[in-house]
């Protein structure tokens, strides 16, 4: 039986990945509408990621007998004009998303939930990676972002992301 804090945190946790998809998949649509496919499809297999997050964290709970409960999903807000902007909020939006993580571990290790911890570590680590993507892709833009070419060959680059769904085991 999950701790009563850990659980309602991960329950939250669950929400926030939902809309970290719903974030990503409005990036996508910014990117198509400015022409740039392979960036939206960088954003789309980053939504889908998020959607699978979510899924772990909803396995894991019901897993543990905790009771999830779906709650609205928030719509996106961030105004984006520039090509870099998304990727400026993607950083920040996964910086945010690390915060959460490292509660909801704070939580469990408070509660001496070692199989919360356990599972929270591959979050843990997949977190770094989200953070170190997001800050490589602005300094991608920031370098190469300005020139019609090199942009173009960056939008390839993006193109050419395919999903690999994760293989935690719970």
Known sequence: MLNEKVAQLLNTQVNKEFYSAYLYLDFANFYVEQ???????WYQVQAQEERDHAMLFIQYMQNNDAKVTLEAIDKPDIALHENIDALKAGFTHEQYVTGLIHAIYEAAYEAKDFRT????????????????????????????GSDPKSLYMLDQEMAARTYTAPSLVL
Do not use: P
């Open 35 to 41: 022409g740039l496919n392979g960036f939206a499809n």
């Open 117 to 144: 911890m356990q599972f929270l570590d591959w979050f843990v680590k997949e977190q770094g990676e989200e953070e170190t993507n997001a800050s490589d892709l602005i300094k991608k833009m920031e370098l190469f």
